[in-house]
Each structure stands twice: as structure tokens, then as C-alpha cells.
């Protein structure tokens, strides 16, 4: 019998429960999508240059905590639909249903509805999965073909995770249900309380003033992040970045009082268009509907801004990255060797980079390398240089790793000095009064000796400066060496596990050469710097592999979540004011009101509500792009094809767009047929 009752309640309250399936479904498929790629029986790479293992370890957690966090989006749809379904349950409870029954009658409701959206969710999320194999199939160069990639250890897992989470939350709706007041359950103050409501008048002047704020906190955060001329330390400036998000925040709540204003305004001084149709209904519930959810928008709009920026960073940061390793991966492998200690003899040195150099040669056929000595220059060889301290390398060892890089050769004037800077930088005016004394002879520079050319990072010691000075071989005799770079070419690739057992071998022959209080005793310094580290074009492109798919799955990940809890918050306020909505429907429909005058009317009240979030996180998010590009032109020009940055954001937006009208279609169709 109560089976029986239970599916007929469930068959007649379905479409209460539509929003919450459709949220609960999508949560479902991004759990799975993203815990399918952790699965043992999902395929590996087959790479020997990638491994991609920690990412998949980092999707699975990231996926289970925003579950976690998805819990309570559930929790609050569902006392949505026990709000919604109030009177019912005081029905039953009149026809002798003891009220922890009907709890238990709810309870079982959103088990089964729960249940349903697991099995759909599985079977759409096995399809995502697809769409993620061909994003990370594209970073590595390989092809993929389409499956249905339904895992057992991954169903089983979503089932136990989402099983559990409905246990509690039915759990705790089912005693809410049980305790609630019986006068409680029928009582609806819905309609009184929206006729009781009145409009928070503000002087639309000052309205139209905060309406800027969101815009000039923008530009502002930008000039003091990036102008030069602005001398603040960066607490300072990160200070001023949260009082500029306040005013942000502030300013867009300024934004719907402004909306008002503005509504009002015409709906006054317009005759015409205030009672044309069903216009004046539609303002005044436009006008009530913002004014009673300013704080709510506000909050929805900050959330769709989070994750708008989040998608599309996410979508921008992946070419970005693609183009930044093409700068790095410049040699086959690179070791550097930072702090050499001065009781090391040079044979020894030399020694230890001819046994490394036999190590790889061995394995993967050697082209061709070179050993960089770099040695120091401070304060009292440096005249009007803004660094205090700067590495130098001489002209022979700089044009064997350009030729090495396949650049051309460079000649050096007598006198003067070469600078070469980090990748992407400029040259500087004030670099033309820079000086340097050493031997007693002073040398000079000029624009024409300025270079920026990728040579790798592991040249520039990042803890001194971003230059490298460039001088005559003779000069450099007498000062104590500083680093050692090593640049090898080979003639077979050295996948990521010998980038392993490079590293192995290097830590071996090269931890007695640095500074440590083993090699140089008595040493406490602890601003003396050194560290061995190794790179080759397998663990670059893995590690940048790595970061960017984590980077942007996630951020895809959270920015769908953010996006949909907003939709869903937004879909659930504008329903429940059905009950209210009812009324003035049937009253309008008696008085006159056609089928089209309803509908027009529905749609531009749900249009509203939202699309003004909407409209305001695109503007805002358009601006904050459009500043960031400004800033960053020359930086995304050097590693980003400029129109392929642009498309990745747009699609990003598509993605949005695609979700965004599943919603604005479902909350509709609710909606008027409810009205009906």
C-alpha cells in the first residue's frame, strides 16, 4: 500500500523535483566524467615521454571535496521542494499519516528520483569522459576514439559517494518533516507578504555614481598591480586588491538598485509604453522580484564572475603554457649547478662534467654540449645598475649555447658589455648608463648589445637578476666561479624515466661541488645559495603538461559547479513565487489576458531575473580580459598565437551559454505550465 502511495506521489509532484534532477544529474556526470580518468580499468598513456599519474590522483580528490561542497546546493534544493510541498504533506497528516511517515514517504521519494539521476548521470558523465580523453589526448599529440566508458570501480564508487550523501540529507529532512508544526504546514504568506512589500526608494543619482564602481575598482586594481611608477610593497598592494574587491562587491549590488531606478523611471515618465500590453504588471514584478533578492543577485553575480573568470582562464592559460614551453624547451637536457664552493678544485669539476657527459652519451648518443662557468660582479664592479649583485659569462661560452640554440653568432666591441635578459623583456633606456669596472678598464652598453632570445631557464639565477652580462673571455680569469650550466644535445629522446635517472646521477657527482656545510665547513650563511637541478624536454613538457591539464580541468570542473549552483538558486527563487504568481495570472486571465500576453509576460519576468546576473558577470568579466590583454599584450604575443587566446576564452563562454539556456528552457517550461 505505501508503495503504491509513494509512486503516486511521486507521479504527481515530478515536475517539482525537475530542477533538482536536472542539477543533481549534472553533478553526477562531472563525478564520474573526472573519477573515470583514475579508474584501473581506464586505458594509460601510452608515452613514454608523459606520465600522467598525478593528475589523475588530483582530479579524483579535487572531484570528491567539490562533492562534498555540491552537498549542501542538494540539501537546499530539497527544502526547496518540502516548502513547495508543505500543504501536501499537512493533507496527508489530516488523513491520519503520522508526520514521521510522511518523512519517511519524502525520504524514499528523493532515494528513488536520487537513484535514477545516478544511472543517468553515470551514462552522461561516461560521455563527458570522452571529451576530457580528447583534451588530454590533444596536449600529448595522440588520437582517441569514442567509447562508452562505464568502469565498475567508478560506478561503484559515485553509487557509495552519492548513496551516502542522500542518506544524511534524507536524513535530516525526514526529522525536519516530523517535527514541523502542523498550522506551519498549511500556512503560505507568500502572497501576503509580497503585496505587503514596498520599494526601497535611492536617490538615483548616487545609484548612478556606485554604478561605476565595479568598473573603475577593474582598472584601478590593474594600474597599481602593474604601473612602475607606483612604489608600494606588494602586502600593501594586496591590501588595496581586497578594499578594491569591497568596492566591487559593493558596486554591483549598486547595479540592481540602479536596474530599479531606472524601470521606474520609465515606467513613470512613459506612458505609453507603462500600459502597453502587460508592461505594468511586468515592472512591477521585475521591481519587487530585485528589490526583495538584491543581496541574493549580488551574491549569484560574484558567483557567476568566479566562474566565468574560472572557465575561461582555464581555456586562455592552456595555449598560454603550450607557447611558454616552446621558449623553454630550447636544449634536450640542462643541468645547473648553483653555489659552487671555492675549495673545489677545477679538475675536479671538469671531471664530474666529463663523467655526466659519458653517462648520457652512452644512453641517447650525444650531439653536442658545453659547460657555462658563470661568475659574479657586486656593488663595487657595478655602476648605476638597479641590481646590487649579477651573473656574467663570457662571449665564447654564450655563443657556443646560441649556436647550440641555432642562433647566430655575436661579436663583441671592445669596451663595451652584452646583456642578455630574460625572454620577452625590452630594452631599457636607463641600461645605457649602466657601467661596469673591472680590471680597471670601464665597459659600456648600447641598445644594439642588448639581447632577449629564449636560452632556457636554467641560465638566469632568479635570486640575483633576470640579465646575464656578457664579457671577453680574459676578464673573467681571476673571479671565483658561481654556477655551472650544462647543455646537452642528443640524438635520441631521453624520456621522463631517464630524466630520472639523469637527476640520480647528477645529484651523485655534482652534491660534493656545491656549498653545504659538508663541502665548505664552517658555513652558516644562510643567504648563500645552492642547488642542483635538472631538466630535460620530457620532464618540461610533462611538467607543463601536468599543471596545465590540472589547471584547467579544474577550474572547468569548478566553473560548471559555480555556474549551475547559480542557475539552480536562480530557477528555485523565481518558482517559488508560483504559489503567489498564480493568483495574479488567474486574475489577469479573467480580466482578458490571451495565452500570448501569459506567455510574453513569463518570459520577459524569467528573462530578467536571469539574465540581468547574467549581463553584469559578462560585462565585468569582458572588462577584466580586456585590461589583462592591455597589460599583458606583449607577454601573450610572445607566448600565445593572439586570435587562438581569444577563441579559447569564446569557448569557453559557449560551454556556458550551452548550460545556461538548458536552465532558462527548464525554469520556463516549469513555470508556465504550472501558471496553466
Known amino acids: 500500500m505505501y508503495f503504491k502511495f509513494i509512486f503516486l506521489s511521486l507521479k504527481r509532484s515530478i515536475k517539482t523535483y525537475f530542477i533538482y534532477m536536472i542539477t543533481l544529474v549534472i553533478c553526477v556526470a562531472l563525478f564520474y566524467s573526472f573519477n573515470s580518468l583514475s579508474s584501473q580499468y581506464y586505458e594509460p598513456l601510452i608515452n613514454s615521454m608523459i606520465d600522467l599519474t598525478n593528475v589523475y590522483k588530483y582530479l579524483q580528490l579535487i572531484s570528491i571535496l567539490i562533492t562534498l561542497i555540491l552537498s549542501i546546493l542538494i540539501y537546499y534544493i530539497t527544502k526547496f521542494i518540502i516548502n513547495q510541498r508543505n500543504r501536501e504533506f499537512g493533507i496527508y497528516s489530516l488523513m491520519g499519516l503520522e508526520q514521521y511517515k510522511v518523512g519517511i514517504i519524502f525520504f524514499i521519494e528523493s532515494m528513488i528520483i536520487g537513484i535514477i539521476c545516478i544511472v543517468i548521470g553515470i ?205 623553454r624547451n630550447i636544449y634536450d637536457c640542462e643541468i645547473a649547478v648553483e653555489g659552487v664552493s671555492y675549495l673545489v678544485e677545477s ?96 665597459y659600456t652598453t648600447n641598445e644594439k648589445s642588448f639581447y632577449n632570445e629564449p636560452l632556457g631557464d636554467s641560465l638566469y639565477s632568479y635570486h640575483i637578476s633576470d640579465k646575464i652580462i656578457i664579457l671577453p673571455d680574459d676578464v673573467l680569469k681571476d673571479l671565483q666561479l658561481q654556477k655551472l650550466n650544462i647543455y646537452i644535445n642528443t640524438k635520441n629522446d631521453i624520456p621522463y624515466k631517464g630524466f630520472i635517472d639523469i637527476e640520480r646521477e647528477v645529484k651523485f657527482l655534482y652534491e660534493d661541488i656545491i656549498i653545504s656545510e659538508r663541502t665548505t665547513p664552517g658555513i652558516f650563511d644562510t643567504n648563500v ?96 580580459w580586456a585590461q589583462f590583454i592591455s597589460y599583458n599584450r606583449a607577454k601573450i604575443l610572445t607566448f600565445y598565437n593572439y586570435i587562438d587566446f581569444i577563441a579559447n576564452i569564446l569557448s569557453a563562454f559557449f560551454i556556458i551559454t550551452v548550460i545556461y539556456l538548458s536552465y532558462f528552457t527548464c525554469t520556463y517550461k516549469v513555470y508556465r505550465d504550472n501558471i496553466k
Open 529 to 624: 645559495v645552492s642547488y642542483l637541478t635538472v631538466s630535460t624536454e620530457s620532464e618540461r613538457t610533462n611538467n607543463s603538461i601536468s599543471g596545465t591539464l590540472i589547471f584547467k580541468l579544474i577550474s572547468m570542473y569548478i566553473s560548471i559547479v559555480l555556474f549551475v549552483s547559480s542557475l539552480t538558486v536562480i530557477s528555485l527563487h523565481i518558482l517559488s513565487n508560483l504559489n503567489s504568481q498564480k493568483c495574479r495570472y488567474n486574475m489577469l486571465i479573467k480580466l482578458g489576458a490571451d495565452n500570448n500576453m501569459i506567455n510574453k509576460c513569463i518570459i520577459y519576468e524569467i528573462g530578467m531575473y536571469f539574465n540581468l546576473p547574467l549581463l553584469i558577470s559578462l560585462i565585468s568579466i569582458v572588462i577584466f
Open 347 to 442: 679538475e675536479y669539476i671538469y671531471d664530474s662534467y666529463n663523467n655526466i657527459e659519458k653517462y648520457i652519451d652512452s644512453k641517447y648518443t650525444i650531439l653536442d654540449s658545453v659547460q657555462v662557468e658563470q661568475y659574479e660582479l657586486d656593488s663595487r664592479n657595478l655602476i648605476n645598475f638597479d641590481d646590487e649583485k649579477i651573473r656574467i659569462i663570457s662571449i665564447s661560452d654564450y655563443n657556443y649555447i646560441r649556436k647550440m640554440a641555432g642562433y647566430n653568432q655575436i661579436k663583441l666591441v671592445d669596451g663595451e658589455f652584452l646583456i642578455h635578459s630574460y625572454m620577452n623583456q625590452e630594452y631599457k633606456s636607463e641600461y645605457k648608463d649602466d657601467k661596469i669596472v673591472l680590471n680597471e678598464k670601464t
Open 123 to 327: 551514462f552522461l558523465g561516461s560521455i563527458f569522459s570522452n571529451f576530457l580523453t580528447k583534451i588530454i589526448m590533444d596536449y600529448v599529440h595522440l588520437s582517441t576514439s569514442f567509447n562508452l566508458a562505464i568502469y565498475k570501480d567508478t560506478c561503484i564508487q559515485t553509487f557509495i559517494v552519492f548513496i551516502v550523501l542522500f542518506i544524511l540529507i534524507g536524513s535530516i529532512n525526514c526529522i525536519k518533516i516530523s517535527k514541523i508544526n502542523l498550522i506551519r504546514l498549511f500556512s503560505n504568506n507568500e502572497l501576503e507578504s509580497n503585496l505587503g512589500s514596498k520599494y526601497k526608494k535611492t536617490n538615483i543619482i548616487s545609484t548612478f555614481i556606485t554604478f561605476f564602481f565595479p568598473l573603475l575598482s577593474i582598472k584601478l586594481f590593474f594600474i597599481i598591480r602593474n604601473s612602475q611608477n607606483i612604489k608600494l610593497s606588494i602586502e600593501v598592494k594586496n591590501l588595496f586588491g581586497v578594499f578594491l574587491g569591497i568596492v566591487f562587491i559593493i558596486g554591483i549590488y549598486k547595479v540592481f538598485n540602479f536596474v530599479c531606478n531606472l524601470i521606474k523611471k520609465l515606467k513613470s515618465n512613459n506612458v505609453k509604453i507603462r500600459y502597453n500590453g502587460l508592461n505594468l504588471i511586468i515592472f512591477n514584478n521585475i521591481i519587487y522580484f530585485i528589490n526583495k533578492n538584491s543581496i541574493l543577485m549580488t551574491g549569484i553575480t560574484i558567483t557567476l564572475i568566479l566562474s566565468f573568470a574560472s572557465l575561461s582562464a582555464g581555456f586562455a592559460m592552456e595555449g598560454w603554457a603550450k607557447g611558454y614551453l616552446e621558449y
